[in-house]
């Protein structure tokens, strides 16, 4: 079905919105422009000539190239352990290249700079020159540009824009503005997330195009041709009025046949359909029915779009390594196709790119629909839910997260202390950390959906990442710390403190520990260490002596193997006062009359005796315990009167297995998710004999053992306004044969009375309504209770009860599923062992052994918060109003993806001459950000082509961390002051889009027409952002709710 009018029918205020956008737009065109440039140009210009008498088949070569999956990256690249999958990257581009070279009209797309820039790197000049001109004809076009295809339920905002920053920043060092993505192409990930699509939209992509959709979405769209649509990322906060355009919205395609060839029309030599065979002198001619079953499937295609244009993708997973057997049979297609045009066939073929097919599309200048929904979670068909993956491989979610956070760190420290303008480059360093953690963000890295190998070759390339950034961090505390000439000690760092495990502090007995706060808030924190001795001194950095608190190493914690033979017996516990974006150093010794610690105070839990109450508390909370199974009974707020009952524990549901040759039959796999029955208690049998109560001026802790498998220590720090819930599971027992899913639940035994209403974050911003059983823009017909209703929660997930003012909160240290399965109640999927492939590709059962082949152990954390608004989780639970519990959730939020990084050094002197001797205490910053603000980057930056200068650069990004109307104060404008740095004075500035690829002054969007809201269709509202040009840097910045803004700024190197 081509366009027509598509006005008739709409309401009177709709039509005067749209024609608004039509005619107060500069990009206004005529409706039907046939597009031949005059000479060969990259971008638009690019674009080969179309009809508007014809519909324009977009044939679009392409591979998908995974950076992870069933082989490892480096395999993959080589073309290594084709006995797991014929697949070589190297001969892709090898291969394509020279087809492209020898004839102007083909075309070809590439979308992984992880694989391409390490092609890139072994080729020598004349190959770089030619490939050179194939991007500036647009021949060869990059989209998406990102280090890999990210996936969009498990990744970190940051994350995400650092990953494509990394894969942006490479095109443009190496082929200009030519090279600059003007699609999104995220044909892979299964599931889209609105925040990703907001993102796109600030990268200044013209457009996305996704290939996953849920069954039920696709089947509706295609029967009301709503195949294509303006995407809202984020109606609330970032989006403008309809004729002054929008900052956020993006138009966004559902490729029609996933991203693979049409049916019978693969020509890799991986595929088995029949070649184009148009030699009349052969038996085997075919030609006639290939041609007619060519046209038939373009004219079913088309009856589901509006325009006389339709892409085709003509690729698929690793394809083109015989780049020739693809163009020789498309070269005929193309040929016999459109020489049907003479017997009055209206189908004209051509090579052609997305970009290209946007560009068309939107010179039509149609009005589409638009939606604000994200499509998670993703279902392929009834009873397979791809939800599992939002907690696949927990650990490593966590790791990847914790990795980011020390990336930022070390990015942080490299500038702030002038490392570059001091002879120290730790480019190749920070260059090797930047890009595992861009390697780990794809779709089948972060995400758990990979092969075990793989899985562990991630995490080796994070943790020789992180050596490197140790690197970095040392160099830059010897440039802080040091007063005069005194040279300042290596640093130590302890990966496995979540474990209680720390060989430095375990086998020295006094050392420096240098915390680093990478915030622009001043930080209130506690520090845990593994010690051996009973008895310590800490001092602070004025060499005043610090109130510690010793805790013994659990039981269960001694058991995890992953230990490695840790020798220590307690963990100490002291707060820390950190400044803001800067470091305080303790001293911490082992004494015998002189101790700061104080030993803790244990209690055990007499099993059965239901009549003896059970509680640990502190200023800020109460937490009522069960004392015959360990669950939580309630949390009491104290200072708010808040006292709610909350039965919190940890449960599993039994994994459903099978075959997977239809719905029914479907497994639990690391894909999709598929629970059998209810939901199990961890442990039928009554609480452990060794839990127990423990208490002391620091730290109250709750220690409860649920058999083998689960433990949980609930925790209250002394003037901290959230209950932590630290569980650890594992290893999970399957000789019986069943495979689990653990979760931990939080019960209000329907008290907050949320009915079907719940709240999630997307990839740790906005934060997106969520209705049990429901989907807002098709009828739902939901086949799996649990599954269907799972969604990813990166940072928190909450429950209100607005009748009573009541928001529970819960936030969580790495991403996982989660959903409220009933009124008052939230649950989340930490941990999953299984026994079945689900049968979408990896080969193998979830399935994760541990260090000791008996399974792995995971700990995590959550904090809560109980306002009557809120619960915060590492998990971190959160007790308060809904007024006053963003102030809280988004705050916590931020310290827990920005945590404080923890260092060690010997101590060879006394605290007092330490103090003499080193700056103890340091910060960047005159003063700290408005308490709305985040400095999302701080970078070493070179970039010539934005900002022509040979002086020191670096790349800022500030971000406004809350919505419009969340609070009355926080959610105002925020203004940022740049003369507030302590070690660098900006001399000139200029503002660029988010992925720091072009000055924003220059962004100039294709504009799209889209059926709006009726209540916001008159709305007028002014623009959100102004751009500052190459210029003298203003003193200040100011930001709105939601916006992130980035900047390249030239420092004056006599600073």
Not at 1014 to 1034: M, V
């Amino acid at each position: 079905m081509f366009y027509s009018g598509m006005m008739a029918g709409w309401p009177s205020i709709v039509v005067s919105a749209v024609i608004c956008l039509f005619f107060a737009d500069v990009h206004a065109r005529p409706n039907v422009v046939e597009f031949a440039p005059p000479e060969p140009q990259c971008g638009y210009r690019s674009c080969p000539a179309t009809s508007p008498t014809m519909l324009n088949v977009h044939l679009v070569p392409h591979t998908h190239d995974d950076v992870g999956w069933l082989k490892t990256v480096d395999q993959y690249f080589y073309g290594s352990r084709n006995d797991i999958q014929h697949a070589g990257v190297q001969y892709i581009l090898d291969s394509v290249i020279p087809e492209l070279l020898s004839d102007p009209t083909k075309r070809f797309i590439y979308v992984e700079m992880a694989f391409f820039a390490r092609w890139w790197r072994e080729q020598d000049n004349i190959m770089k020159e030619n490939v050179r001109k194939l991007v500036n004809e647009g021949r060869l076009e990059f989209v998406l540009g990102g280090w890999c295809m990210n996936d969009e339920a498990s990744t970190h905002y940051n994350a995400m824009i650092d990953q494509h920053t990394l894969g942006f920043s490479f095109l443009e060092q190496e082929f200009g503005a030519c090279a600059r993505p003007r699609v999104g192409w995220q044909i892979d990930p299964f599931g889209h997330s609105r925040e990703q699509a907001s993102m796109f939209a600030q990268f200044g992509f013209d457009g996305l195009f996704f290939g996953r959709l849920d069954y039920q979405d696709k089947d509706n769209r295609l029967k009301q041709n709503n195949m294509e649509f303006v995407w809202r990322g984020s109606p609330k906060n970032l989006g403008k009025s309809v004729c002054l355009g929008e900052a956020s919205e993006l138009f966004t395609g559902v490729l029609y046949n996933h991203y693979v060839p049409p049916p019978g029309f693969c020509f890799d030599e991986s595929c088995n359909d029949e070649p184009i065979m148009d030699d009349e002198r052969m038996h085997d001619v075919n030609i006639q029915s290939r041609v007619q079953d060519f046209i038939k499937i373009v004219n079913d295609q088309a009856q589901h779009f509006h325009s006389n244009n339709i892409m085709m993708t003509m690729g698929s997973d690793f394809q083109y390594q015989n780049a020739h057997t693809w163009y020789k049979n498309m070269d005929k297609l193309i040929k016999y196709v459109n020489q049907q045009q003479s017997n009055g066939s209206n189908i004209n073929l051509l090579y052609s790119t997305p970009s290209c097919y946007l560009f068309n599309v939107n010179h039509l200048n149609q009005v589409w629909n638009s939606t604000k929904d994200d499509f998670f979670p993703y279902a392929s068909r009834e009873n397979t839910f791809w939800s599992g993956y939002f907690s696949s491989r927990a650990a490593l979610k966590g790791y990847a997260r914790k990795s980011n956070n020390f990336l930022q760190v070390c990015k942080q420290l490299d500038v702030l202390a002038n490392l570059m303008r001091q002879g120290v480059n730790v480019t190749e360093d920070l260059r090797l950390y930047k890009e595992a953690l861009g390697v780990v963000q794809h779709h089948d890295g972060v995400s758990g959906t990979e092969k075990q190998h793989v899985a562990n070759d991630y995490a080796q390339r994070l943790a020789a990442g992180a050596e490197k950034c140790q690197k970095v961090t040392n160099a830059a505390f010897e440039k802080l710390l040091p007063k005069g000439s005194e040279k300042a000690p290596s640093q130590v760092y302890c990966p496995l403190t979540n474990i209680s495990y720390c060989e430095f502090t375990e086998h020295n007995k006094q050392f420096m520990v240098t915390i680093y706060n990478p915030l622009g808030h001043a930080v209130t924190d506690y520090v845990r260490i593994p010690v051996l001795a009973s008895m310590y001194r800490v001092v602070d950095p004025t060499g005043a002596n610090v109130t510690a608190q010793l805790v013994p190493v659990s039981e269960e914690t001694k058991k995890i193997p992953e230990r490695n033979g840790s020798i220590a017996q307690s963990e100490l516990f002291f707060q820390v006062e950190l400044p803001p974006l800067g470091y305080s150093t303790y001293f911490v010794m082992e004494t015998k009359n002189e101790a700061t610690s104080k030993t803790s105070k244990i209690v055990p839990v007499s099993s059965g005796k239901a009549d003896i109450p059970l509680y640990i508390q502190n200023d800020e909370y109460l937490v009522l315990l069960d004392n015959i199974n360990g669950n939580t009974l309630g949390i009491n707020n104290k200072k708010k009167k808040i006292d709610l009952p909350v039965n919190q524990g940890i449960w599993w549901y039994e994994a459903y297995g099978g075959n997977c040759s239809k719905g029914e039959f479907q497994a639990s796999g690391a894909y999709a998710l598929r629970t059998k029955g209810e939901r199990h208690r961890v442990s039928d049998k009554e609480m452990q004999l060794n839990s127990y109560i423990l208490t002391g001026e620091l730290v109250q802790e709750a220690h409860m053992i649920f058999g083998d498998e689960a433990s949980q220590v609930i925790r209250l720090y002394n003037n901290k306004p959230y209950v932590e819930f630290e569980w650890t599971v594992g290893p999970i027992n399957i000789k019986d044969k069943i495979g689990k899913e653990y979760i931990t639940l939080y019960d209000t035994q329907q008290t907050v009375e949320s009915g079907d209403l719940f709240y999630t974050d997307a990839n740790g911003r906005e934060i997106l309504e969520r209705r049990r059983d429901h989907r807002n823009t098709w009828s739902f017909n939901n086949t799996e209770h649990v599954a269907g209703n799972y969604f990813p929660v990166n940072s928190r997930i909450y429950i209100q009860d607005k009748a009573k003012n009541q928001q529970l909160t819960v936030l969580t240290d790495r991403s996982e599923g989660g959903g409220s399965l009933e009124s008052g109640t939230m649950e989340l999927l930490v941990h999953r062992r299984l026994l079945y492939d689900d049968h979408f590709g990896v080969g193998e059962p979830l399935n994760e052994t541990g260090a000791d082949g008996q399974g792995l152990v995971v700990r995590g954390k959550a904090k809560s918060s109980w306002s009557e608004k809120g619960w915060k989780g590492k998990q971190l639970a959160l007790l308060d109003t809904i007024k006053d519990s963003p102030a809280l959730h988004r705050s916590l939020a931020l310290r827990m993806y920005m945590a404080p990084s923890v260092s060690f050094s010997p101590l060879t002197m006394t605290p007092e001459q330490a103090v003499a001797k080193y700056n103890t205490q340091w910060s960047a910053l005159k003063k700290p950000l408005p308490a709305n603000v985040h400095m999302l980057t701080l970078e070493q930056w070179v970039l010539p082509s934005i900002m022509p200068v040979e002086v020191s650069q670096i790349l800022l990004r500030f971000e406004h961390i809350y919505e419009k109307d969340e609070d009355p104060v926080l959610s105002q404008p925020a203004t940022v002051n740049l003369t507030d740095f302590t070690t660098f004075k900006i001399e000139a500035m200029r503002e660029l889009t988010l992925g720091a690829n072009l000055p924003l002054s220059e962004l100039n969007r294709l504009p799209w027409g889209y059926i709006p809201d009726s209540e916001e269709s008159l709305r007028k509202e002014e623009l959100l952002r102004t751009a500052i040009p190459h210029s003298d840097p203003p003193a200040t910045i100011t930001l709105q709710p939601m916006q992130i803004r980035t900047f390249v700024a030239t420092l004056n190197t006599q600073h």
